[in-house]
């Protein structure tokens, strides 16, 4: 019976340790495919805020009109104060590498690179950059908007050496429809690499690689690598590309999907990816990689693994010579173990393992006990930044919507009113005019404002009924869609179709439905806007091949704050205001989406005809 029991005993042991070691490395492997998941997220929005960024310091340095006037009449005293301008830029603006103004020809007319003056020194020598790349690409625009350069390590003039890797923005200036001069401004990359590199070397590592069918030398190429050999292979001739770095079936997955996360063969490490369009074009990508190590992730289960035989042999050792007394002494601490084991593959990480063990038995539990606490930690340190990053964008969208609009506009648009009062009592009447003019267009425009904090879902709308061509203000809410050339509109809009209601409301729902259908397709993709009359009545078609949505989502879409955006995409205001505006028009809105498929909405206005016969 002694003989029995141990063996029994033995089993169970060998079988229960077993049965925790296969669900312990499931759960581990479930908990890394959620961690990849949310680490993936936090690395693209980053990357995505670091672009948005350079871009509003561009626009910002762009929007000076200076920089016009200079190239138009090439006025030395406004170079003096542009190179002063710049020059404080760079020591305000650590991104900053340089700035550059250029004319047309590709000459180099203002030049600050790190700090330093270049075009004010009078050993400033003439630079062109004709033959660039990049300014060749700027070249080809033919209306003022930003793109970026490839991001690569440049070379300087005066030396062999590459510079520290940066991206460059570039937008041209135009007067009258023709060229007169661009801006080129170069920002440092570095701040790519403190995004992604945070993770602990002995947990990670991350790296951006571009993908480009447009151009064979820089597909593959590591923009952004822990080890620094690996980087920009295409200007330093080396081999470390994404193909020669990982399998064909690893890299197949990485170019065929946006995201996702592939286990490697080698020692169970995680790779998460997404990927970024930097340039609004398919064919030219970054794909932002992070490697979870398994060995840290593992570490507790491969102790385990190593220790399992010393384990094994000792309780066998021990079950023959106490039988009896193991019997009774490990049923209960197996039991637990396995309980344990249950509640981790149910994904109850606060579950800790109780009871008074012995021996191997209290190191196994302590061990078991130490790695769920550790891995809970982790996800609940991952979630909260997560949270964090979800609050501070929507905190920001807030504020740029209250106080923009508000503060920015009304402040001075009240200081030109009261300055024009004064002016109309100094003045006489016949040279009061213009100054009434100028007054009566200033409180048009703080009317404008007022009227905009009026289109809360909570408010009441002040109406201007009149006369309105539905097909023009589908035509307005066109001209303002932010689009690219890999967007299709289909339009079949009957010209003939006059309703009864606000112009400025209803151009604002339907500009609002036209940037969901945008956002829902991008960055490529068919709308198709179809308007037809039948009897008295007028039908508004909106037609997406986007993603589509589900039941839930459909049914959700016009509640107040509800958004299946990322946060920083927007507050979920839009469509519930759109949904206000259309009922308060006597009107009806209707939804029919399917997942991956597209959405059709569908409005539906009586004629102005019938109304007036009310």
């Known amino acids: 019976m002694a003989i029995f029991i141990s063996i029994l005993v033995t089993f169970v042991l060998i079988f229960s340790t077993g049965i925790y070691f296969y669900q312990s490395k499931i759960i581990i492997k479930s908990e890394l495919n959620h961690q990849g998941k949310l680490i993936t997220n936090?690395?693209?929005?980053?990357?995505?805020?670091?672009?948005?960024?350079?871009?509003?310091?561009?626009?910002?340095?762009?929007?000076?009109?200076?920089?016009?006037?200079?190239?138009?009449?090439?006025?030395?005293?406004?170079?003096?104060?542009?190179?002063?301008?710049?020059?404080?830029?760079?020591?305000?603006?650590?991104?900053?590498?340089?700035?550059?103004?250029?004319?047309?020809?590709?000459?180099?007319?203002?030049?600050?690179?790190?700090?330093?003056?270049?075009?004010?020194?009078?050993?400033?020598?003439?630079?062109?950059?004709?033959?660039?790349?990049?300014?060749?690409?700027?070249?080809?625009?033919?209306?003022?908007?930003?793109?970026?350069?490839?991001?690569?390590?440049?070379?300087?003039?005066?030396?062999?050496?590459?510079?520290?890797?940066?991206?460059?923005?570039?937008?041209?200036?135009?007067?009258?429809n023709k060229k007169i001069g661009y801006l080129v401004v170069n920002f440092w990359g570095n701040k790519i690499g403190e995004v992604l590199d945070y993770l602990k070397e002995n947990k990670g590592y991350a790296f951006i690689a571009e993908l480009n069918a447009n151009n064979p030398d820089r597909d593959g190429i590591f923009l952004f690598h822990p080890n620094r050999y690996y980087e920009f292979a295409n200007q330093f001739n080396t081999k470390y590309l994404l193909d020669n770095i990982y399998t064909k079936e690893v890299v197949k997955t990485i170019k065929n999907n946006k995201s996702g996360i592939i286990e490697l063969k080698n020692k169970h490490n995680f790779l998460a990816f997404s990927t970024v369009y930097p340039y609004d074009n398919v064919n030219q990508r970054w794909k932002i990689c992070t490697v979870l190590k398994g060995s840290y992730f593992f570490k507790n289960i491969n102790a385990l693994r190593r220790n399992f035989l010393a384990v094994m042999l000792l309780g066998i050792f021990l079950s023959i010579l106490t039988a009896a007394y193991l019997s009774k002494k490990l049923l209960s601490p197996l039991n637990e173990i396995n309980k344990a084991a249950t509640?981790?593959?149910?994904?109850?990480?606060?579950?800790?393992?109780?009871?008074?063990?012995?021996?191997?038995?209290?190191?196994?539990?302590?061990?078991?006990?130490?790695?769920?606490?550790?891995?809970?930690?982790?996800?609940?340190?991952?979630?909260?930044?997560?949270?964090?990053?979800?609050?501070?964008?929507?905190?920001?969208?807030?504020?740029?919507?209250?106080?923009?609009?508000?503060?920015?506009?009304?402040?001075?648009?009240?200081?030109?009113?009261?300055?024009?009062?004064?002016?109309?009592?100094?003045?006489?009447?016949?040279?009061?005019?213009?100054?009434?003019?100028?007054?009566?267009?200033?409180?048009?425009c703080v009317e404008i404002i007022n009227s905009l904090k009026t289109l809360s879902p909570q408010t009441p709308h002040d109406f201007r009924k009149e006369k309105v061509n539905l097909k023009e203000v589908v035509m307005t809410a066109l001209k303002f869609l932010k689009t690219n050339d890999y967007m299709t509109f289909n339009l079949d809009l009957n010209e003939q179709s006059s309703i009864y209601g606000d112009k400025r409301l209803l151009q604002l729902a339907i500009s609002n439905i036209l940037m969901n259908a945008v956002d829902a397709v991008y960055p490529e993709g068919e709308i198709d806007i179809n308007l037809r009359k039948n009897e008295n009545k007028y039908t508004l078609e909106i037609i997406d091949n986007g993603k589509g949505m589900t039941n839930e989502e459909v049914e959700n879409i016009f509640t107040p704050f509800y958004t299946t955006k990322s946060p920083k995409?927007?507050?979920?205001?839009?469509?519930?205001?759109?949904?206000?505006?259309?009922?308060?028009?006597?009107?009806i809105i209707y939804v029919d989406s399917k997942k991956d498929i597209g959405t059709k909405i569908t409005l539906e206005f009586e004629s102005y005809d019938k109304n007036n016969t009310h």
């Open 42 to 176: 936090y690395n693209y929005e980053s990357i995505d805020n670091f672009l948005q960024e350079i871009e509003r310091i561009t626009h910002l340095i762009y929007n000076n009109k200076k920089i016009h006037n200079y190239l138009k009449n090439n006025n030395p005293k406004i170079k003096v104060q542009l190179e002063n301008l710049f020059l404080e830029n760079c020591k305000n603006i650590r991104l900053i590498q340089a700035i550059r103004i250029v004319d047309p020809t590709g000459n180099i007319k203002i030049f600050m690179r790190e700090c330093e003056n270049l075009s004010g020194s009078r050993n400033f020598k003439k630079i062109n950059l004709q033959n660039k790349d990049f300014f060749q690409k700027v070249q080809k625009l033919q209306k003022s908007e930003i793109i970026f350069s490839n991001f690569e390590r440049g070379k300087l003039p005066e030396t062999t050496e590459f510079c520290p890797a940066m991206i460059r923005t570039m937008i041209p200036y135009f007067d009258n």
């Open 343 to 444: 509640e981790y593959s149910n994904g109850n990480l606060h579950y800790r393992i109780k009871g008074t063990f012995d021996n191997e038995l209290k190191s196994i539990a302590k061990t078991i006990n130490n790695m769920a606490e550790s891995l809970q930690k982790h996800i609940n340190e991952i979630e909260d930044n997560h949270k964090k990053i979800e609050i501070l964008n929507r905190l920001s969208s807030i504020g740029f919507l209250s106080a923009g609009i508000s503060h920015e506009l009304n402040t001075p648009l009240n200081s030109i009113i009261i300055t024009c009062k004064i002016l109309e009592k100094e003045l006489s009447k016949e040279n009061a005019g213009d100054v009434k003019t100028i007054k009566k267009e200033a409180m048009r």
């Open 569 to 587: 995409s927007g507050l979920g205001i839009g469509l519930s205001l759109v949904y206000k505006i259309i009922k308060e028009h006597d009107a």
